[in-house]
């Protein structure tokens, strides 16, 4: 483990035995101040109670397990919804900012550019303040906005990345602008740049909790009205220690799909050149069969 | 119109507030960030681990969730803070992780054979370290710094929602005096719209001096 390490920066020498044990003594002190760390963070939680029964049997009620369901059913909705529309809004404006047209581009360059600097939540609390929306059309519509921005400019990077003879081939072969970019162009764009989608979505996923602020009723204010119950002595970090690792896995989740496409990707034989056989008489269109070794 | 010319103080007050917290956050983002990515490329392991669980837990947290844990859980833990410290913690911390991130990629960017060439010289690993590799990393990473600090700066308008006097909150205070509220929400809109290009300005100077085109 520590050799790999070593191997992959350029801040120190693959080490020696004697430096290895020194760096094993490093190891062996710093666990037990990380483990002294958690243990005194246990030790405190207990000290101030957390791990009463009171304050743990409101999972036990399935009117309680109903609510917090309820709950992640409402983040997961919010998230479907903004998901879709952000990515619709991204392909709209990303097609303003590569048009043909001085008007059209300038007017989405300002809008993306406007909507990406403005924080998110002065855009939900506008739409539900100002323009008194509900909060589940608020909470979306701010996602929609700015994920669909930053969505724009990643599909515009990802279109510019392709390489300017695809698209000078495909109009040699005749084909119209929309044409070139909807056969040749976005499908390579859009391939490439998965994984940066994805992980705009992990962004808007996250960002769905800000809905607790304007009181949608999605996971964490379903452990905010919990936390807050008297009866069972105000189970604040319970709640805490209950809704965490949910919201953090399900992030993580994503973030490790978008990293697990982009690992593939790496090697998928679609992105890369594929190492293309001479044609002979007889064979099939070169491309697709993976190319074989040379004949002894 | 008149609600900003009526109400300077107000929006002053939440425009510094939004100021201050950006400024302490990112100080706090910046060590912290700096000693997690230290940590990530320590040759010893459980420093390694340690960051990495540091990271992965902190990114994948949704702020609000993290806001809602600091500013309301640890006071029920018996630590007691004004919010204005909880905001700066939670801000801070959650930054870190996207800031270690940065800086791990910058060191990463140094090729190999200049920590090589630097050790063949007879340079100890603090020189290696301090002359060489960090200078070149450092300035490999100052535009994702930017950008990180942007995003706190616009992250920040969450501690408004939870009580901290800050920009946004303002316009709790405005609408209770039967402002119009369109116009309201177009000024602190360009407050932040100030406060980001501020920082994106002071980034572009700092990349046009020390950026390095590789």
Redesign the interface.
Known sequence: ??TT??E??????I?GPK?RRR?FL??VL??AV?VGLVAWILY??F??D?FTRTKWTPFEYKGIQELLLRGLGNTLKAFAIAAVLSLALGALLATGRLSEHRVVRWLATLVVEFFR??????MI??VF??LKVQPLPALVAGLTLYNGSVLAEVFRSGVNSVERGQREAAYALGMRKTQVMSYVLVPQAVRAMLPAIISQL?VAL?????G??ITYEEF?HA??LI?SNLDYD?P??PV?MV??PI??GM??LL?WFAYWVSKRQRRSPKTEAVDVAPAEPGTLLPGGVPPRAPAP | MDVLTDNFSTYGDGFLGTVELTAYASALALVLGFLMASFR?A??????V?GAVWV??L???????LF??VL??LP???LVLPFKVFAVLALGCYTSAFICEALRSG??T???????AA?SLGMT?GQ??SVV?LPQAFRSVIPPVGSTLIALA?????A??FSVTEL?GT?KTL?ELGYN??WT?LW??LG??II??AISAVFNILEKRWGVAR
Do not use: W
């Open positions: 483990m520590t390490a070593a992959a920066t350029a801040l120190y020498d080490p430096t760096h490093y190891g710093s666990t990380i405190l939680l000290d101030t957390q600097a403005m924080p998110v939540l002065v609390f506008f303040v100002a992990v996250k960002d769905t909790s800000l607790y602020l964490l452990g905010k936390a105000l604040f970090i805490v809704i965490s919201y953090i992030c993580m973030s | 490329v040759p010893v392991g459980s420093f390694r340690f992965a837990v990114r994948n947290t949704p702020l609000t969730l809602f844990a309301l859980g029920r833990f018996g060191i990463n140094v090729p190999k054979g200049q920590g090589e050790r690993f290696t370290l590799v616009k992250n920040s308008a969450i408004g929602a946004l316009y609408s509220i369109v929400f602190i809109a932040y719209l980001t290009l």
